[in-house]
């Protein structure tokens, strides 16, 4: 900020600013209290609130007999003190004659700014966390951090970071630019010297080594660091150099190209499929700022619909494809998005979900009329229909069958799928008596069967040669064991009758 030693130009601004003449002049004249520069107005030892300056003026003393300055005049140059020290921070010419009460009244605000931006001192509590995963992210998000908290001077820590240290001349730099952003301002002009920047380096430093300090790869670039600046530029040089640039957009390219969608499955939807593209743009575009050439939106569109692989998607797929009124990534996302809820969900390429079902085993009976829109033919036939039959039919047709279905059961009619009146349970204890009946027949065969085979061995037995009686019992014992119906009284009725026939012989 250039001096000006004209005592005339600094009277004439304390006069435009409320002070008498007599006031003004005491104030400017070496013989008073010789602030006669804008910059000796700046640095004069007081404190903020001009106590001493007010105290000067209005007691008497010194050669003069006291003036009368209001509350609000003091206000008027506390405010002229704190705009001239903002613009010693973001390195910009001011000159008496431009110091008027318009001026004053465009640069009030700084009394609140500077109050809260005293709430806002960097502290090494609430430091982010790092993602060694991207780093180009991390470090938006460190930059971030550096400007939201402030330094020594009320500047935003940023400014120790910004990427050159030297600012543009403030003719090639419009202060309207910035648009009344004053810490976007701060960030970019506040100076790399003085005292408040030797103290907000220190802080910076601070800050890094604390996020740093749990991650064994950065903490090794920045342990012995003796400036924030300089850690932090170690640590973009060896995370976001070429090199890294490079590697990382390799990866989030082959992504791109290496992921496919062939159909909504539970661990891999659409949605899915689309975040990772949007993921990897983002990635990309990051990457823009440290030398990457990042990716047109023709290229973004490409890769999508070459990844898509379903083949209910093709038809829209080739619809998007070169054509003008899908000219950006979003509008072809959005239109495939659209596309897939239609579609009939499906697990993977080919499998059908759980809850599928052919219209032939769809229920009516607890809803509203089938197909409303269409008039039933109600001449088809009431008969049960094979899934491959009924797909066949048409919508009339299947409605004047489930209406004649659904007339037939409320009158207690036959199911034409069961063949009868009977339900499940009658079916099943009719199959099972007739499954009884079945093998009480068997079971009568086999015993006639073994009484003939047993009637044939006692006729054998009485024609063969004579035996003692007890050559006979021994034998007839043994068959005894071996066959219980040889005994059975039932069975030897004509055997009785020759004995006793022969005895009366």
């Not at 005339?8 to 002070?19: F, K, N």
């Not at 104030?27 to 209290?33: K, L, Q, V």
Request: with cysteine; proline share 4%.
């Amino acid at each position: 900020m250039a001096a000006v030693a004209d005592g005339v130009a600094i009277r004439a601004m304390l006069v435009r600013l409320g002070l008498s003449a007599a006031a003004a002049d005491f104030a400017a004249e070496e013989d008073g209290m010789g602030l006669n520069t804008l910059d000796d107005w700046c640095d004069c030892p007081c404190d903020s609130d001009l106590v001493s300056i007010s105290k000067n003026l209005r007691s008497p003393g010194g050669g003069h007999v006291g003036f009368r300055v209001s509350v609000k005049v003091i206000g008027n140059l506390k405010i002229m003190r704190l705009a001239l020290k903002h613009f010693r921070m973001i390195q910009r010419t001011v000159t008496p004659p431009e110091i008027n009460m318009p001026w004053i009244e465009n640069w009030r605000f700084l009394i609140e700014y500077h109050a809260s931006a005293k709430e806002k001192r960097a502290t090494e509590e609430n430091v982010p966390k790092l993602n060694d995963k991207d780093w180009a992210k991390t470090f938006d998000i460190m930059y971030s951090t550096f400007s939201e908290v402030t330094g020594a001077g009320d500047a935003p820590l940023a400014y120790v970071i910004r990427e050159d240290s030297d600012v543009l001349d403030e003719d090639e730099d419009d202060q309207e630019d910035y648009e009344g952003d004053t810490d976007l301002e701060l960030i970019a002009r506040a100076p790399h010297e003085g005292q408040h920047f030797i103290d907000d380096n220190k802080m910076v430093l601070k800050l890094i080594k604390k996020m740093c300090e749990d991650h064994p790869g950065s903490w090794s670039h920045v342990s012995k660091k003796t400036s924030g600046r300089a850690a932090w530029l170690a640590l973009k040089q060896h995370y976001l150099g070429p090199q890294h640039v490079n590697l990382s957009a390799a990866i989030w390219e082959s992504k791109m190209q290496h992921t496919h969608y062939s159909g909504e499955s539970a661990r891999f939807t659409f949605e899915k499929y689309c975040e990772i593209h949007q993921t990897a743009h983002s990635r990309l575009e990051a990457l823009t700022e440290h030398g990457y050439h990042g990716v047109d939106e023709g290229t973004k569109i490409r890769r999508f619909l070459d990844g898509i692989q379903c083949a209910k998607l093709t038809t829209i797929v080739e619809l998007c494809r070169g054509n003008k009124d899908f000219a950006t990534y979003e509008d072809v996302a959005r239109r495939l998005k659209d596309s897939v809820v239609t579609l009939k969900p499906i697990r993977g390429p080919l499998k059908r979900n759980r809850g599928d079902r052919d219209i032939a085993s769809v229920k009516t009976g607890g809803g509203g009329e089938p197909f409303p829109d269409i008039e039933a033919d109600m001449d088809v036939e009431d008969k049960y229909y094979p899934a491959e039959v009924w797909s066949k039919l048409s919508k009339s047709k299947k409605k004047g069958v489930l209406l004649k279905r659904k007339k037939r059961k409320g009158k207690g009619g036959k199911n034409p799928k069961q063949g009868g009146e009977k339900d499940n349970k009658a079916v099943i204890a009719t199959v099972v008596k007739e499954a009884s009946k079945a093998f009480g027949k068997k079971v009568s065969a086999l015993s006639r069967k073994i009484s003939a085979i047993g009637i044939a061995d006692e006729a054998e037995e009485s024609s063969g040669s004579e035996s003692s009686d007890q050559e006979e019992e021994q034998p007839r014992k043994k068959k005894q064991k071996t066959n219980n119906n040889r005994m059975n009284p039932a069975l030897r009725p004509k055997q009785k009758k020759k004995n006793k026939s022969a005895d009366d012989g």
